[in-house]
């Protein structure tokens, strides 16, 4: 069994390496697919938030240009009156080359607006408390303060402080410059930009969120300072790509940040894993499908390739049972043939002898009992001239169900008192082209064979009945005897070697291995088909069938080959 598989395995291996190429060939390009469409989308993000980053560096740089102006003139002229009309007119001014810009602004050093570009409806309220405004009464720096998202009192909408500090001629803290830059401008801009389900994202350095595309006011002036990047990727340079989910909603994305040199601001640009993975997706699909095309067609011409071998194996099977067959045959012949001489011979000489001992009855009762040994040698001789088919196949038309009934008194006898014969006949008449007295042996050696099986005796069903091709409903082409029993039995082992010539599982001296033999000869010579059906301990069921005969006596089957097949299952 196992060179048998080590046989097909060796057969097989050339398919099987091909096919281990293919796998692998297909696993190196989805890998190296994977990884390119990944550095593709931190390539795209990378790029990306760099030209954001550049963006909103001149916008703040822009409005820090006006701002430093703005201080540099109040500084100039610390006694320019509160709400100077020729002052807010060069705050429009500038107000107006800022779209981004909603509002400019003067706190004195008591808190209070002095210039606005709101004016008149600037609201008298202090701004003392606002962080800005803190932040630069207590730093003398000059440096420019961004501010977290803020709501306006004056007119309840969100916006972002950038300002600078006004110091006196003295170095005393004499106010701040405020520039009031609407989140919405940004939050229009990057709208304009496809980023599918991704993010786009202004942030201060501290991690506080400035603004966000899409919009999400929920989240606006919140910190993420102990989310990356901010948590550890800045510390040790200033752009990147990472891959994270997402604080905010959980979504998995690709992450591109970058600090501003000029302004304490980050800029964060995230595509969506799965909008990034899509395009590889694809073409994974795609070339699954091809290698998956490649496959089947390799186990295709595999399996056709194990039909023709199997077909092979089959044809050089038959030849060597048929050459085995015909080497027994001729052996079987000459001694049935010398057998048979030298049983003549004996019956010549009982009969010879018999008159000299008429009046001696113990040498008649030995003749007697000679008599019915030659009768036994005869038909041992007979088996072996039907094996090597020197006896003349004597076929004409025959009804199988009368010939049934005319050998079923025999088959009661050789089945034996404790077994019970059991017949089904079809109401059609089955007329096939046979010999009768093979037949009748056959029927014999089946009987024999179901005896055997059954030592504590059951029940022999035999059933005939007229059957098609393959397909239900088909008109009948043969006749089909069934003899089944319930007995102990084939094993797979067994059930391979049944019908060949001498092989028995009987001990010595209880069968000689020839009657399925013959049996499955007779049907070869009828053109008809044989299926043998056992399992151990379910019983055996043996189906002959015989190509029923054309009007004329000549058999609808033609010179139809003989099928074989051996299968293990329930038949009942």
């Known amino acids: 069994m196992w060179s048998k598989i080590r046989r097909r395995g060796l057969q097989s291996a050339p398919t099987l390496i091909l096919a281990l190429f293919i796998v692998v060939l297909l696993s190196a390009e989805l890998w190296r697919s994977y990884l390119a469409a990944r550095q593709d989308g931190e390539r795209t993000v990378f790029n990306l938030v760099h030209v954001l980053s550049e963006q909103a560096a001149r916008t703040v740089q822009s409005i820090d240009l006006n701002i430093q102006d703005i201080v540099k003139e109040l500084a100039d002229n610390p006694s320019l009156p509160v709400n100077s009309a020729d002052f807010r007119a060069e705050l429009h001014n500038r107000l107006s080359t800022l779209p981004y810009v909603r509002a400019i602004f003067v706190i004195g050093p008591d808190g209070y607006i002095t210039h606005d570009t709101d004016y008149p409806t600037t609201p008298h309220v202090s701004l003392a408390d606002r962080a800005y405004f803190k932040a630069h009464a207590q730093d003398p720096s000059p440096a420019l303060h961004i501010g977290p998202p803020l709501k306006s009192r004056s007119v309840g909408v969100w916006f972002i402080s950038l300002t600078r500090r006004i110091e006196g001629k003295d170095g005393r803290f004499a106010g701040v410059v405020v520039a009031a830059m609407e989140p919405r401008y940004f939050k229009e801009f990057y709208q304009k930009l496809w980023v599918g389900g991704g993010t786009i994202a202004l942030l201060l350095a501290d991690g506080t969120l400035l603004t966000r595309s899409p919009n999400d006011e929920e989240v606006v002036g919140k910190s993420f300072a102990d989310a990356e990047p901010f948590k550890s990727l ?201 010999d009768g007295t093979q037949f009748r042996a056959a029927m014999v050696n089946l009987v024999l064979n179901a005896r055997d099986a059954m030592p504590a005796g059951g029940t022999i069903f035999i059933d005939l009945r007229l059957v098609g091709e393959q397909k239900a409903g088909d008109i009948p082409h043969w006749a089909e005897v069934t003899v089944r029993d319930e007995g102990t039995g084939m094993s797979e082992h067994v059930r391979r070697q049944a019908f060949d010539p001498f092989f028995t599982t009987k001990g010595q001296g209880l069968g000689n291995g020839l009657g399925l033999n013959q049996v499955y000869d007779f049907i070869e010579r009828c053109g008809g088909q044989v299926e043998l059906f056992s399992e151990e301990g379910k019983g055996t069921s043996l189906k002959l069938r015989f190509p029923l005969s054309a009007p004329g006596g000549a058999s609808d089957a033609g010179t139809s080959s003989l099928q074989y097949s051996a299968k293990a299952g329930d038949f009942t």
Not at 236 to 263: E, F, H, T
Not at 406 to 422: E, N, T
């Open 234 to 434: 800045l510390a040790q340079g200033n752009r990147g790509v990472l891959w994270s989910d997402s604080p905010i909603d959980g979504v998995k994305r690709v992450v591109g940040y970058q600090r501003l040199d000029s302004a304490p601001l980050v800029m964060l640009a995230t595509l969506n894993e799965d909008d990034v993975m899509e395009p590889w997706r694809s073409h994974a699909m795609i070339e699954t499908a091809g290698a998956g095309i490649l496959l089947l067609l390799l186990a295709t011409l595999e399996w056709l390739a194990w039909r023709y071998r199997r077909r092979e194996e089959l044809a050089r099977q038959r030849l060597e049972r048929t050459q085995r067959l015909e080497s027994i045959g001729r052996f079987a012949g000459g001694v049935a043939h010398d057998l048979g001489n030298l049983l003549r011979v004996i019956r010549s000489s009982v009969l010879l002898l018999r008159p000299t001992v008429s009046d001696r009855p113990e040498a008649l009762g030995v003749l007697d009992e000679l008599d019915v040994s030659l009768a036994s040698g005869r038909e041992l001789v007979n088996q072996l001239l039907s094996y090597a088919r020197d006896r003349q196949f004597q076929a004409e038309a025959t009804d199988l169900g009368l010939l049934i009934d005319d050998v079923l008194p025999m088959l009661r006898q050789a089945a034996g008192p404790r077994i019970s014969l059991v017949k089904t006949f079809a109401d059609a008449v089955a007329v096939c082209v046979l």
